[in-house]
């Protein structure tokens, strides 16, 4: 069991950067893939990026390849993503999920196992 909690949330001007954090508890970080998700008014959820349980391999959505950065400190049981470049269409609420896998990390929502609360983000334009 892991429960992860989101912070860094706000508002962003357009062209601006956020970094959001994720701060995990209850079990073994470093035995963890983590995944970034959003989800915007009216829409489904999306994949936004995701890392190993070593950082070793990092994944993108098209939308955020050169604009994100996911990261991890397993000495802080925190995943993060640093987001550049901003635009309106990242405005959306951002969690964070964790999955315990060996390799990789993966894409699909469907496949992580314990997810934080959300975290706000909007841009204004």
């Known amino acids: 069991q892991v429960q992860l909690v989101e912070s860094g949330g706000g508002l962003v001007q357009a062209g601006g950067s956020l970094r959001l954090s994720c701060a995990a508890s209850?079990?073994?970080?470093?035995?963890?893939?983590m995944g970034w998700f959003r989800q915007a008014p009216g829409k489904e959820r999306e994949f936004v990026a995701a890392i190993s349980r070593t950082g070793g391999s990092t994944y993108y959505a098209d939308s955020m390849k050169g604009r994100g950065t996911i990261s991890r400190d397993n000495a802080k049981n925190t995943v993060y993503l640093q987001m550049k470049s901003l635009k309106s269409e990242d405005t959306a609420v951002y969690y964070c999920a964790a999955v315990a896998q060996q390799i990789g990390a993966p894409r699909s929502s469907y496949l992580y196992d314990y997810w934080g609360q959300g975290t706000q983000v909007t841009v204004s334009s």
């Open positions: 209850g079990s073994i970080f470093s035995r963890y893939a």
